[in-house]
């Protein structure tokens, strides 16, 4: 019996000195192969796109169909049941709905951006002189109305009269040159913004397809999770995942719904200022407030610069009312739509919206919050179960002005309440329960 117990660690440590080596190597190649890792990641992320797209429409969608369905089967029906027929019949007419209602929407956007877009442009263009001379007036009198000023804006005028010349000289000599390379950028933007079209209707169909499967698509993962590990542990990913799915579900829903009600309110009072391009202004701030934290600076510059070439005095009053919006926002009608659905604090969120953004864009900044708030709880929950199983508290709050705990006893020695970080709200700590023996 020695023999075989010295034999099976022998077999143990070279398993393991194997598997070591063999991870040693696989990290090796993989940092040496890293470009082609990428480059076929990028080319296999392509190709499934058009699924990406299907599967987060279907994914939005989910809860106005679910919302449809119900509606639906409130309608009353002379005593007739509601058979499982009628229930399909019921989602077909939810799934038909909310696809309209994503086309009209997306349709609007783009009736709505592009003409605004391109007449900006034209206005800008046509109009530069005027916009210079009244950016030139608006600065002599501030400098005029504030000598504290003048330093830094009586150069204005020899600013813009150099701006000018430029332009002109670029018009006259190095436009030709420009317009050759901005025709092969525009070709490539157009053949990109074809595949992005592309990608999204194949994906409008693959969404339909999921939202009509959706129950057998689950009732399959279901059954082979089942099939694969044991009830309990298949029990507690199910519990994951729910969690998941109300992490994510709950926070873009939500964060859709505020952006659309942010940018109506932009429009309202954007109009009532008598603020130029209004429509406009309103759907980029609306957009790009789906960002967390940096969407509303996103979305406010550009426009804030746009209304700084018409009128400068409306700009500054743009300027005050994006930043009341914005804190309507946060302060209001974000934990009233929202709540506390990721559950993360302020400097996990913006800590994960750089990270996510650093890494994946736009989609990272958007998508990172929900995932940081999944993988917070599921650390959390795993730190907390361990720790009542040692039989020591779980409350932060304890730790914060926790000194040390006896290895023998597990008594909590604490600071002292100068030395506490919080004295005025430190909790009394739990008494612990005795360590087992």
Known sequence: MMIKDKYRTYFNWGVTVTLIIIAGISFYFLILRWSGIVASFKTLSGILAPISYGLIIAFILDSLVMTITRLLARIPRKGRPLTPRLQKAHRAIGIVISEIVLIAVITFLVQSIVPQVIDSLRTLVSNFDRYAENLSKWASGMAEDYPVLQPYL???????????????????????????????????????????????LI????????????????????????????????????????????????????KLLDSMIIGVLC?????????????????????TNIIPYFGPIIGAVPSAFLVLMLDPVKCLIFVIFIIVLQQLDGNVIGPKILGNTTGVSSLGVMLSILIGGGL??????????????????????????RLSRKGLPTDTQTYAALEKVDPDTLELSMLNPAERPHPASAAQPAKPSKKKK
């Open 154 to 200: 009586e150069n204005v005028e020899e600013q813009l009269g150099a701006i000018e010349e430029k332009v002109a000289e670029f018009l006259k000599n190095d436009l030709l040159t420009t317009l050759t390379r901005v025709t092969g950028v525009v070709a490539s933007g157009l053949k990109e913004a074809g595949t992005y079209v592309y990608n999204f």
């Open 360 to 385: 994946f864009g736009i989609t990272g900044m958007i998508l990172c919050v929900p995932t940081y708030g999944v993988i917070y709880s599921i650390i959390k929950k795993t730190a907390e179960s």
């Open 203 to 254: 994906g409008l169909i693959v969404s339909i397809y999921v939202l009509f499967s959706k129950q057998r698509i689950l009732g399959q993962a279901k059954k082979l999770l089942f099939t694969m590990s044991k009830p309990a542990q298949a029990n507690a990913v199910m519990q994951e995942a729910r969690y998941t799915l109300h992490v994510f579900k709950g926070f873009l829903v939500g």
């Open 267 to 287: 429009f309202l009072g954007t109009m009532i200022l008598g603020i130029p391009y209004a429509l406009l202004i309103s759907i980029v701030v609306g957009v």
